[in-house]
């Protein structure tokens, strides 16, 4: 582990400006559950590490007549204690609680979770210089595949680790980024980027950005949400699979429904053909089994990940018939 | 439900203090973190050292230039194999290990090639880890890479490439030295044989065969403590470790033989050790850390990565198995053959020979061939793992097993009663078992609710397997002291991994008529104590509680004498009973052992004890499980819903510890069946070297395992003891992945049974 310079700033233009000096040679630090790692393994070697732990504000989860705002550094135990996300967006409280070990969570923050690094052995060993860290070759493609995407990866078949985000884009989230242009908002899978935009990062952030909030729509009576995440283990476990649904049922009737899934894609993934399928459909008539399998189509699975299809698409049934049960 | 405790004192009512569960001595300090492992070692002037490990699994070092470390300003000294006495040499041997002394002096450190990712190459000592791993990455290594091979069935072939090109392939038959069975170079380190009868005429006889091939991966022993080793070289010559180890004297017999010194100018102290598994037997670090605390005159600390924990020490055999069973229509097996193929790692020695022995443990078979294979490949030196080498083999014979009692359309357990085997049959190796316990955990099993359960509903399934360990017996020593007031010091050469102190303190206790609380248990350093084998083989509450028991009697023998002294009587006429002296002549003259105590001084002066054991009848040690599981079809998941573990453990001395050993086998068991294995980049680089990616289960995923004791007593142990720390971990993966298939209708071959390979099952049928 190299020596780094820590500096705490107390504001976020200050912390945009030192990252923006030194785009190299700089990092953000919230929790550092995942930053910390990556510099022990050799994979990143920053001379600065800026922290937001005392920046004002950044942690603060509030709840209004618009929806909830939800400040970067609020920790995923906050997130999934709190009253008002528990009653009208469990999903988020639900893919909180699913995070890691509770020692993780006390410390994980949402920003932190949102703009983590992807666990994909072969980017987190320093013995592989894959594409992700500037080398030529995805090791995954025609390695040990097991815990890669079946969709949408192209160049690099990492799948975007946060739980949070997939519970964040099916519950209509939108994240606000300040930076040296000043702060822009946008929807929350919007943020996120595939290896076809840039295989060396995850997000949309450039050199000086920081996402400072999530902020969420208000909830119609009538809406619901579900998260599930199938796993190997436990606790202390990435997704193999993992599904947020949200969905407004009313008069027997599918009003509106989203469906993200998670551990399949670079990104959170959309179910945008089912999703449309499900829109205005009466709920007498709405098969999730047709569903989950829309849910995969065109999935090209790697050689030890044939499961996740089935799983995928599985969870989605399960999901969805979750959320109409509760419904009906 | 009936609890253990129960049946336990009831068997054991003829003892006072066996089968009791005091608290343990060393619980306190365990609990408030008081207790001091080797990582804890503080020294004036203390140096970090840290290892330079090979980045790729097999390459021939050119030269290693060191210059750039050594003057990096922090570094107070650079080590490479050069530094190590060419060839190691043995100062003799207590048969401390069986392990060629020149294999693990290149495992410390390679010379002239790499044979693993992860293999040694160099070390440096600096002021604190940070600037010693700065060191590292200055260290300029000239590999000439050579081509590399992982799988045992490819490193088999012809044309594979070479590990090492003077190995020949040894035979059960041979001694070192003898003539090879091979003349060029090969993989097969060695190949073990078992045939008994006529294995063809078996078969012929038989009205079912099945026969299946299976394969497992490489898995960790999964200590939470990382290995690190603390050396201080003394002025006057003397070398001083403290470590976690399983044994101390192994590590000084090691260590002598790598740096040709006297085992009496080392000295090697056991710190509280947090896991072993078998893993911390043989040594890693410590002749780096006394090289460098040579070069330096200051004590130096290496203490291991997670990573280099995975990638530098053993796991246990990747396997390839082939096993074909024959049976009647009546039930009786007819011929076994089995083919065992065990990864060895970079250097020779798997456990493919002991699991070639313990397969067939359970059955009476009188037509058996049984071949195994010893293979080099370029993975870590594989190291022993709790019942080293027979899990692997009873996940292939018991499923094999499991299916023709199917094809026969008999009970599981009733196919297996009807072939098991009794005090007296033959092992796989010729030899007769002595007593043994197999008939009583298998009617245990058959007679336990579990087994009579209901298992209803779909994608659920119930699974058996049965387990088996030798046991081992080995030496050991042990001295105890009489103190003023009646209770006693016990010091012995065991280091306690599982319980071993209160165990042992309860075994003087009952011979001295003592409460386990009077006993004080230590573990001593090598220079202050008799030779004593390694913490393994579940030997130690059997065969260091012998020598504890020699002690005992001889410091009761000695009272005695005090007592006839006082009395003015003969030793014969005191009677010692329930900690109290009586003399025979006078009924009224009593002491106790606390009052005699006190009067040592001016009897003769204080008494003490050492004895040391040789057990010649170990107590093997039989087991099995019953386990119910669900497997969702969807995703492959598999839940286990109940889970029993039964075991002969000849008498349980504290059972709550029993209990422990055998839940913790089981889970262990329970990780390698579904969790855990060791996942190889093509440029063989292990992908998941941390618990993290490694997913070794958690407490959320594991079933409460009950543990069923039986006490079928050892006659080779005053109290009827038999080693209970290994046998349980050998069936679960067979027990699992035979309620799999009776779940699913597929046969599962491959380990782990993880959600994929189920999912794979399900969607392409049977392999």
Request: aromatic share 6%; proline share 6%; glycine share 10%.
């Amino acid at each position: 582990m190299t020596p780094f310079r820590f500096a705490a700033v107390s504001t976020v233009s200050e912390a945009s400006e030192m990252l923006r000096a030194d785009a190299a040679g700089s990092r953000l630090i919230a929790g550092g559950t995942d930053l910390l790692s990556e510099i022990k393994e050799g994979i990143v070697q920053p001379q600065t590490v800026v922290s937001l732990q005392n920046v004002g504000g950044m942690r603060e989860i509030v709840a209004g007549t618009d929806g909830m705002r939800l400040g970067a550094m609020a920790t995923l135990t906050e997130l999934e204690g709190h009253a008002e996300i528990r009653r009208s967006y469990a999903a988020l409280a639900e893919a909180a609680a699913s995070v890691a070990t509770p020692q993780i969570r006390n410390v994980g923050t949402l920003g932190g979770n949102l703009c983590q690094r992807p666990r994909c052995w072969y980017y987190r060993s320093a013995a592989f210089d894959c594409r992700k860290k500037g080398g030529s070759i995805c090791f995954a493609i025609n390695g040990n595949s097991k815990y890669h995407a079946i969709l949408g990866g192209g160049d690099c078949v990492i799948v975007h680790p946060s739980d949070l985000a997939v519970a964040l884009v099916s519950l209509r989230a939108r994240a606000t980024i300040a930076g040296p242009g000043g702060e822009r908002s946008m929807a929350l899978e919007e943020f996120f980027a595939g290896p076809q935009v840039d295989i060396m990062r995850e997000t949309v952030l450039q050199p000086g950005d920081v996402l400072t909030h999530v902020s969420l729509p208000a909830p119609s009576p009538n809406w619901r949400s579900v998260f599930m995440k199938s796993r190997e283990r436990q606790a202390q476990d990435f997704a193999l699979v993992s599904v947020a649904a949200a969905m407004e049922v009313a008069d027997g009737a599918v009003r509106d429904a989203r469906i993200t899934l998670g551990g399949v894609a670079p990104v959170p993934y959309r179910v945008r053909q089912a999703e449309e399928a499900l829109q205005g459909a009466a709920v007498a008539s709405v098969d999730p089994a047709r569903l989950g399998e829309m849910a995969v189509a065109g999935a090209r699975p790697l050689r030890d990940n044939h499961y996740k299809a089935p799983l995928a698409s599985n969870l989605v049934r399960r999901a969805v018939t979750l959320l109409l049960q509760d419904g009906a | 439900m009936t609890t253990t405790a129960d049946r336990t004192t009831k068997t054991n009512r003829k003892y006072r203090v066996i089968g009791t569960r005091p608290i343990r001595h060393d619980g306190h300090d365990k609990v408030t973190g008081r207790a001091k492992y080797g990582a804890d070692i503080q020294l004036a002037g203390l140096l970090f050292g840290a290892v330079l490990r090979s980045p790729h699994p097999h390459a021939r070092i050119r030269s290693i230039d060191t210059s750039k470390a050594a003057a990096l300003p922090g570094v107070k000294a650079v080590m490479t194999g050069k530094d190590l006495p060419e060839k190691a040499t043995p100062p003799g041997n207590f048969m401390e290990t069986l392990a060629d002394p020149q294999v693990l002096t290149e495992n410390v450190m390679a010379r002239g090639k790499v044979l693993y990712k992860g293999h040694a190459v160099a070390a440096v000592a600096a002021v604190d880890r940070h600037v010693a791993e700065e060191a590292l990455e200055l260290i300029e290594v000239d590999y000439e890479v050579l081509p590399h091979v992982l799988d045992v069935r490819e490193a088999m072939k012809p044309g594979a490439p070479i590990l090492h090109e003077d190995l020949r392939t040894r035979t059960t038959a041979q001694m070192p030295g003898d003539t090879p069975d091979t003349d060029g170079p090969t993989n097969i380190a060695s190949h073990v044989q078992f045939v008994q009868g006529d294995v063809a005429q078996g078969f012929k006889e038989a009205d079912a065969i099945v026969e299946r091939t299976f394969e497992t991966k490489p898995v960790h022993q999964g200590y939470i403590e990382l290995h690190n080793s603390t050396a201080s070289w003394s002025t006057d010559g003397n070398l001083t470790i403290w470590k976690s180890t399983q044994g101390p004297f192994i590590v000084r017999h090691q260590v002598a033989c790598i740096l040709n010194l006297p085992p009496s100018q080392i000295k090697v102290v056991p710190m509280e050790i947090g896991g072993g598994f078998g893993g911390k037997i043989n040594t890693y670090t410590d002749a780096v850390a006394a090289v460098l605390s040579k070069k330096t005159g200051h004590p130096v600390q290496v203490v291991m990565s997670r990573k280099d924990v995975f990638e530098g020490t053993g796991p246990t055999s990747a396997t390839h198995m082939r096993a074909k069973i024959g049976a009647t229509k009546d039930g009786r097996i007819t011929a076994v053959e089995v083919n065992l193929t065990y990864a060895a790692g970079g250097f020779p020695g798997s456990p493919v020979g002991s699991g070639a022995g313990t397969c067939l443990a359970p059955y009476k078979v009188e037509n058996l061939k049984i071949d195994g294979y010893d293979v080099v490949v370029n993975e870590p030196k594989s190291a022993a793992y709790r019942a080293p080498g027979s899990p692997q083999a009873a996940f292939a014979v018991e499923p094999v097993i499991d299916e023709l009692a199917d094809k026969l359309g008999m009970d599981p357990m009733e196919f297996r009663l009807k072939n098991a085997t009794r005090t007296g049959d033959r092992q796989a190796s010729g030899v007769p078992f002595p007593s043994i316990g197999c008939v009583e955990v298998e009617e245990a099993m058959i007679n336990h609710p579990h087994y009579k359960a209901p298992l209803e509903g779909p994608n659920r399934g119930r699974g058996v397997a049965l387990g088996y360990w030798g046991n081992a017996g080995m030496n050991s020593s042990a001295t105890i002291n009489v103190t003023p007031n009646g209770s006693i010091t016990l010091v012995t050469g065991s280091v306690d991994i599982g319980g071993s102190r209160p165990a042992l303190a309860m075994q003087a206790a009952e011979v001295l008529g003592l409460a386990a609380e009077d006993v004080h248990p230590s573990v001593g350093d090598t220079d202050s104590v008799g030779y004593t084998g390694v913490t393994g083989g579940s030997r130690t509450t059997f065969a260091t509680g012998i020598a504890v028991i020699k002690a005992a009697e001889d410091v009761r023998d000695q009272m005695i004498k005090r007592a006839a002294l006082v009395w003015e009587t003969q030793p014969e006429d005191v009677e010692f009973k329930d900690g109290v002296f009586t003399s025979k002549k006078n009924p009224e003259d009593t002491l106790t052992f606390q009052k005699l105590a006190s009067r040592l001084m001016g009897t003769g002066g204080p008494v003490t004890a050492s004895a040391s054991a040789d057990p010649k009848q170990v107590g093997p040690s039989f087991s099995g499980m019953i386990v119910d599981v669900e497997v969702d079809p969807e995703t492959g998941k598999v839940d286990i819903l109940r889970a029993t573990l039964f075991q002969d453990v000849g008498t349980a001395v504290h059972p709550s510890y029993v209990e422990g050993q055998m839940q913790g086998g089981a889970v262990q068991g329970i990780g390698w069946a579904l969790n855990e294995e060791y996942f190889y980049g093509d440029n063989g680089v292990m992908a998941n070297s941390s618990f993290l990616d490694y997913r070794m289960p958690t407490s959320l995923d594991l079933p409460m395992v009950e543990p069923v004791v039986i006490e079928v007593p050892n006659p080779g142990h005053p109290f009827g003891l038999r080693g209970v720390g290994e046998s349980s971990i050998v069936s679960p993966m067979a027990a699992i992945a035979n309620a799999i298939s009776h779940a699913i209708g597929q046969r599962l071959t491959t380990l782990p049974m993880s959600p994929t390979v189920v999912r794979e099952a399900l969607v392409n049928g049977d392999k």
